[in-house]
């Protein structure tokens, strides 16, 4: 039987929890999903509530045909919210102890890049595009974004984004490691599904461990102390009665295939 559960409905992010996998949707089209104060605090809120609803991995998508045309205009220019108070929900994904999945199927322009970036894995389609336009509108990038982008893309892919201009498509993005698959549109939500699905179907606590080491190693440059990281995380992992029970069922398999 499917577990499902909704969330918020008068939001600007709707949110399901379904199978382990909550589905975050930014569901503000007529503002083209512009990531606004509210629809930033409306998507930490929905992250939380993902989490205690017991989601083991997100998928973050939007209402097209845009995924987010980057920070609100007007509140940036009536500056009525102090910026670093529009980070909310970035900051909420990127610090969920989950694996987070963002499906981009239409334009990401300036803060709104700053979502799929801050995200485990990225899926697109031929139609998105990524451009951080920050420039353009004479304002410096912000929230991290740049340090997210120069991870995915480099420091010579990020200058060329961001101080030349530069975008990339869907297909484009996979080829400079923005994005990790291209698909149609048709299969976009199927293929983050899928994906999430399968992390949520592994050990809560080694996956969320396993998210943890990827951070950490990340923020090292020397083997030794990152092979230290693994190796705790590796000693702990085969003490948990989850690793007995995983090779209980192997050799069940290999001998019932003998058999």
Same mark, same amino acid.
């Given at each position: 039987?499917?577990a499902?559960?909704?969330?918020?409905?008068?939001?600007?992010?709707?949110?399901?929890?379904?199978?382990?996998?909550?589905h975050?949707?930014?569901?503000?089209?007529?503002?083209?999903?512009?990531?606004?104060?509210?629809?930033s605090d409306?998507?930490?809120?929905?992250?939380?509530?993902?989490?205690?609803?017991?989601?083991?991995a997100?998928?973050?998508s939007?209402?097209?045909?845009?995924?987010?045309? +980057?920070?609100? !205009? @007007? %509140?940036?220019?009536k500056?009525?919210?102090? &910026? *670093?108070?529009?980070?909310?929900?970035? #900051?909420? =994904?990127?610090?969920?102890?989950?694996?987070?999945?963002?499906a981009?199927?239409?334009?990401?322009?300036?803060?709104?890049?700053?979502?799929?970036?801050?995200?485990?894995?990225?899926?697109?389609t031929?139609?998105?595009?990524?451009?951080?336009?920050?420039?353009?509108?004479?304002?410096?990038?912000?929230?991290?974004?740049?340090?997210?982008?120069?991870?995915r893309?480099?420091?010579?892919?990020?200058?060329?984004?961001?101080?030349? +201009?530069?975008? !990339? @498509? %869907?297909?484009?993005?996979?080829?400079?490691? &923005? *994005?990790?698959?291209?698909?149609?549109? #048709?299969? =976009?939500?199927?293929?983050?599904?899928?994906?999430a699905?399968?992390?949520?179907?592994?050990?809560?606590?080694?996956?969320?461990?396993?998210?943890?080491?990827?951070r950490?190693?990340?923020?090292?440059s020397?083997?030794?102390?990152?092979?230290?990281?693994?190796?705790?995380?590796?000693?702990?992992?085969v003490?948990?009665?989850?690793?007995?029970?995983?090779?209980?069922?192997?050799?069940?398999?290999?001998?019932?295939?003998?058999?």
């Open positions: 039987m499917r499902q559960a909704e969330g918020p409905t008068n939001g600007l992010v709707k949110l399901t929890v379904d199978d382990g996998v909550g975050l949707v930014l569901d503000d089209p007529a503002q083209r999903n512009a990531l606004s104060k509210r629809l409306d998507l930490a809120q929905a992250v939380d509530a993902a989490l205690e609803q017991g989601a083991r997100l998928v973050l939007a209402h097209p045909p845009v995924f987010c045309a +980057g920070g609100s !205009l @007007d %509140g940036l220019l500056r009525s919210t102090p &910026l *670093a108070e529009m980070y909310a929900g970035m #900051a909420r =994904l990127w610090e969920a102890p989950v694996p987070t999945i963002a981009v199927g239409g334009p990401a322009v300036g803060a709104g890049v700053s979502l799929p970036l801050v995200c485990d894995v990225v899926v697109t031929p139609a998105a595009r990524f451009d951080p336009r920050f420039l353009d509108l004479a304002i410096h990038p912000g929230g991290g974004h740049l340090w997210h982008l120069v991870r893309v480099g420091a010579q892919g990020a200058a060329a984004m961001v101080l030349c +201009g530069d975008t !990339l @498509d %869907g297909e484009e993005a996979v080829r400079h490691g &923005l *994005a990790w698959r291209c698909v149609p549109e #048709a299969d =976009l939500l199927p293929t983050a599904s899928r994906l699905g399968r992390a949520a179907d592994r050990s809560a606590a080694l996956v969320r461990r396993t998210k943890q080491s990827l950490q190693n990340a923020a090292l020397d083997v030794s102390a990152a092979a230290a990281v693994e190796l705790a995380a590796q000693e702990w992992s003490g948990r009665p989850e690793f007995t029970e995983a090779v209980q069922r192997v050799r069940a398999a290999v001998t019932g295939q003998r058999a």
